[in-house]
Structure formats: structure tokens, C-alpha cells
């Protein structure tokens, strides 16, 4: 398998997914804006060849590096960067090379938030009501239906970045005034409750290989707004509510040999499963890793396996629960690192430095640890997070 993997450098992950496909016999052909020098020296061990460009943003010169490829190694098999923001640049050199994969006729339907919805009505999964380019008389109707607070967000595009909660007239009236006028806009409903999300793999065969799930009791839109520290948990278990609505999702896209993540909202007020964004590709913030932990698995190499070779045996079970605690520079916190080193012991799995581009968000560094109860791993995340 002639595999080329766009931006194999960034984020970290993306090079263990590539090292993974080299160990389960795939030609890994590499293209990115690094220096080649600068790689990961695993991650360079992986490619059989690297073509460097000026700007990955330039569709030209990645053309010319997939024609190269496609010339010296024949057939392209896959193209894939696992990375949301490469989601079209993806799709286009498909399209242009008629590799396998999700095509650029349909990308749309993975990047606009108002296009979903179609495709969660088509699941029967319930789906937050909302109001696409919302105007000042549009949007008096929709809060005059749906009362305050209002979600707004960009229509295109991931994370919480220029998401804003409006909870009066005042605040929607200072959007208006103030909200970009080249970017187009959704309403939509607030919901008060946590996100659970369904994690996974599916193959080309649409069987679900492997699924997990994490639990949010924070909003990460007031985690961004705060610049404040964030806190998730990986589940031992899938909740069978959040298994049933994530496959019926999937078999609405139609998505085939895909890491998916797929994010919905548990209301406190009745218990609703409601289902907010989907997104094909590995979820983030050491979510990833989160998995591993709780699973005792490699899951770079349970994909890898499933691209290569196709999906089979049987998906493994969960032994822990995994929990990513933040901490952000601005904030004094009553516990030093080697104080929390010795505390949990054992039960800590992970401490890094958080990548500058992903701080605000996933705060400047974090801790991962582990446990046998969600009680357990809530404990832990507050004593390190504890403020004075």
C-alpha cells in the first residue's frame, strides 16, 4: 500500500500514526513544510520518502508532490493527513488522483456545522435547533422561539475558537456590531449539560472496530473564553445511549475506514442525547492516549492494521478510567509537580508541555492519570488543579 501522508510531522501524533503504517507494511511517503532534518528521527526511520514544500497551504505544490509520488512509486492508495484542518487539501488531491477516501464533493458535509444537521435528522438522532446566518430580524424570531442564552459560532470550522454564549439582548445586539463580516455564522439553541462523545474506528467494510468514550463536565467554549484550565474523562465503558446514537450517526454519513469523533450533548435538565458536530479523524487533546490508558491497547497501531489489512477480531474492553487534568501558567495552584509526582504515584500516567497553538483550549501543560472509578480520576483532577 502506497500511502502519503500530508503534515506527518504536526500534530505529534500524526507521526506515530505514520510509524504504525510503516510497521504494518505500508509505503509511507511523507509530505510537510518541515526541514527534513527536523523530523522525529523514528518518524524519519518510517517514510520511505519525504518531499518538503514552501506552503502547505499552496494546492499547486502539493500536486506536484503527489504527481512526484505517483510517478516513482505508481499508485496511490491512500491520502490522508488525519487532521481537521487538511480535511479539503485531503479531499482535493482524491479527487484529483482518484484515491480511495471521503472525495471533495462531499468534504462540505464534514466541515459545516449547518450541513450536519441534515445528516443527524437523516440518523433520527435528536440535533440542537439552530439558525444559519442569523440576521438581527432572524435572529429576534429564533430568541423569541427559543428564549436566551444563544450559542453563535462559525459555520465552518473546529474547536471553540469565536464561539460565543449571548445571554440577553445587549450581548446579541454588541455580536452584530461586532462579529466579522467574512464569516459566516450559526445559532443555535443553548444547551445546558455535559459533552459525551463516541470515539473509534470504522473500516471499509463499515463495521465498527473499536469504540470508546469521553466525558466533558466543563464547556469548552468557557474553558476558551476563561482562558481557563480543562479537565475530560476517558469512560471504561461506552453508555449504550451514546453507542446506539454514534452508529446511527455513522451509517447517516455513510463514512468508511475512518477514525471518527463524534461529540453529544447529555441535557441536565431531561436527560436528552443530542447530538452537536461529528468530525472523521482522531479526537484531540490527548484523547488518543486517553484511550490507550483505559483500554491497554496501541490504538495508532489498531488503525493502522485496520488500513492496511482491514478490520477483524474482536474490539477490547476497558480497564480504567483516564482523566487529563490542565494547568495554566497564569494560575496559582497549591500543588508543585513533584508534590503531585509522589501523591499519585502509580496512577500517573503522562506530564507534558502543551504545544503554544493548542494553550488556550488545552491549558500550557497537563497530567494524565488513571483509576478505577470516574469518582477516582474526578478526586485526582482536583487536587491538581486546587487554587489558592
Known amino acids: 500500500m502506497n500511502f502519503v501522508f500530508f503534515s506527518p510531522h504536526f500534530p505529534a501524533s500524526s507521526g506515530e500514526f505514520a510509524i504504525r503504517l510503516h510497521e504494518e507494511g505500508a509505503t509511507v511517503l511523507g509530505i510537510g513544510d518541515a526541514p527534513y532534518d527536523s523530523l522525529d528521527p523514528r518518524l524519519r526511520a518510517a517514510l520511505t520518502e519525504y518531499y518538503r514544500v514552501d506552503n502547505m497551504e499552496s494546492e499547486d505544490e502539493t500536486l506536484r508532490a503527489t504527481g512526484y509520488f505517483t510517478h516513482k512509486y505508481g499508485r496511490i492508495d491512500r491520502f490522508e ?35 450536519m444537521k441534515d445528516f443527524f435528522r437523516k440518523s433520527g438522532v435528536e440535533t440542537v435547533r439552530f439558525l444559519k446566518n442569523p440576521n438581527r ?3 429576534a424570531a429564533f430568541t423569541a422561539e427559543n428564549g436566551f442564552p444563544v450559542v453563535v459560532k462559525p459555520d465552518l470550522g473546529s474547536g471553540a475558537s469565536h464561539t460565543y454564549k449571548l445571554s440577553n439582548q445587549d450581548e446579541l445586539d454588541y455580536f452584530f456590531h461586532t462579529s466579522p463580516a467574512d464569516t459566516e455564522f450559526i445559532m443555535e439553541e443553548f444547551i445546558d449539560g455535559i459533552i459525551l462523545t463516541y470515539d473509534g474506528l470504522i473500516d471499509r467494510d463499515g463495521i465498527v472496530r473499536f469504540q470508546a468514550s469521553h466525558r466533558f463536565e466543563q464547556s469548552i467554549m468557557k474553558v476558551v473564553s476563561d482562558d481557563d484550565h480543562l479537565r475530560y474523562f476517558c469512560l471504561k465503558d461506552v453508555d449504550a445511549e451514546v453507542e446506539q446514537a454514534g452508529r446511527s450517526i455513522l451509517e447517516a454519513f455513510g463514512i468508511r475506514e475512518r477514525f471518527f469523533h463524534i461529540e453529544l450533548f447529555k441535557s441536565n435538565k431531561d436527560g436528552r442525547l443530542i447530538a452537536l458536530e461529528v468530525n472523521m479523524r482522531p479526537p484531540g487533546a490527548w484523547m488518543t492516549d486517553s484511550i490507550n490508558y483505559s483500554y491497554e491497547v496501541d490504538i495508532y497501531t489498531l488503525w493502522a492494521r485496520m488500513v492496511v489489512h482491514g478490520g477483524s477480531g474482536e474490539a477490547p474492553s476497558g480497564h480504567y478510567y483516564t482523566g487529563y487534568a490542565s494547568r495554566k501558567d497564569r494560575k496559582h495552584y497549591r500543588r508543585g509537580h513533584e508534590e503531585i509526582q509522589s501523591e499519585l504515584g502509580g496512577a ?21 492519570f488513571r483509576g478505577d472509578s470516574l469518582d477516582r480520576v474526578r478526586e485526582i483532577a482536583d487536587y491538581i488543579q486546587a487554587e489558592w
Open 348 to 368: 500517573l500516567v503522562r506530564y507534558d508541555a502543551i504545544d503554544e497553538i493548542f494553550s488556550r483550549a488545552s491549558g500550557n501543560r497537563a497530567y494524565q
Open 137 to 139: 430580524e432572524s435572529a
Open 81 to 115: 493527513s488525519l487532521n481537521e484542518y487538511w480535511l479539503e487539501s485531503d479531499a482535493r488531491m482524491r479527487t484529483d488522483f482518484n484515491i480511495e477516501g471521503t472525495k471533495a464533493d462531499f468534504i462540505d458535509n464534514l466541515k459545516h456545522k449547518s450541513k
